[in-house]
C-alpha cells in the first residue's frame, strides 16, 4: 500500500488516512484494505459507471449501485476498484468530511463529479473552493483510445481529442474546477496503469481477466 499519497492531504494525516493499493498487494479484500487503514468498519459500492453519490454513515458491503461515495463518520473506510478508470479522493477540511469518486469515461459523461459536489454541498453546505482534491493512477491520454471518440464522448471539449484518443484527465479536472474547486487543490499521481502493467491492474493493458475475476487496483480513504 501507498500510504498517504497526495501531499496535499498529509498535512491532514492526523484527521484522515489515504491508502492507494497496486498489483504488489495482491488480491485485495474489503476487509484487508480497512485493516490496513485502521478501519472499524467499510463501505464499498457496486461500481456502475453512473452518476449516484451515496451517504455512508455505517458499513456497505456492495449493495448500493452508485460511483460516488462520502461520509463524516470515523473509523469507516471508504474503498473504490480502479483499472484505468480515474480514483478521486475528496477532503472537506472544515465539515470532517472525506469521500470517493469512480471516474471512467462513462462516469464523465453521466455526470458523476458534479452530483459528487452537488451532494456534499446539500448534505453539509460544503462550498467545493474549500475542499482538496487527489487523482490516483489512471489512463493517460496516448492510453485513452475510442473506436470514435466525437460519437463515443458526446460533449467532450474538441480541443481534448487528438485522432482517436481523448485526454479524460483535463475533462476531469475541468469538471471538478467547474464545481469550484480551486485548481491548486487538485493533485495529481501522474502515472498511467496501461503504461506500467508491471506495477498496476489495468483493463486495457492486459489484465482484462484478472480484473473481471476482482483483481484490481484500490483507492481509500478513513476518518480517524
Not at 457496486?46 to 461515495?69: C, F, I, M, N, Y
Request: with cysteine; hydrophobic share 40%.
Amino acid at each position: 500500500m501507498i500510504s498517504q499519497p497526495f501531499s496535499n492531504l498529509r498535512p491532514f494525516a492526523s484527521k484522515i488516512s489515504v491508502g492507494f493499493f497496486a498489483k504488489s498487494d495482491g488480491l485485495i479484500s474489503d476487509q484487508s484494505v480497512m485493516q490496513a487503514l485502521d478501519g472499524r468498519e467499510y463501505a464499498a459500492l457496486d461500481q456502475v459507471h453512473g452518476s449516484r453519490t451515496v451517504l455512508a454513515r455505517s458499513g456497505l458491503k456492495r449493495t448500493e449501485k452508485a460511483d460516488g461515495l462520502i461520509t463524516d463518520q470515523e473509523g469507516l473506510v471508504l474503498t473504490l476498484r480502479i483499472a484505468d478508470c480515474q480514483p478521486i479522493v475528496v477532503y472537506a477540511p472544515e465539515a470532517n468530511v472525506i469521500g470517493v469518486i469512480h471516474a471512467g469515461w462513462k462516469g464523465l459523461l453521466s455526470g458523476v463529479i458534479p452530483q459528487f459536489f452537488h451532494t456534499l454541498q446539500a448534505t453539509w453546505d460544503v462550498k467545493p473552493e474549500c475542499c482538496l482534491v487527489g487523482v490516483g493512477p489512471c489512463l493517460c491520454t496516448s492510453c485513452a483510445e475510442f473506436s470514435d471518440p466525437l460519437l463515443e464522448l458526446p460533449g467532450i471539449p474538441r480541443d481534448l481529442l487528438k485522432n482517436n484518443t481523448a485526454d479524460l484527465r483535463s475533462w476531469a479536472d475541468r469538471q471538478i474546477v467547474s464545481t469550484g474547486v480551486r485548481p491548486e487543490n487538485i493533485e495529481r499521481i501522474p502515472d498511467c496503469t496501461r503504461c506500467d502493467p508491471q506495477t498496476y491492474w489495468t483493463y486495457r493493458g492486459g489484465d482484462r481477466e484478472a480484473v473481471k475475476s476482482g483483481r484490481t487496483n484500490v483507492m481509500a480513504c478513513v476518518l480517524k
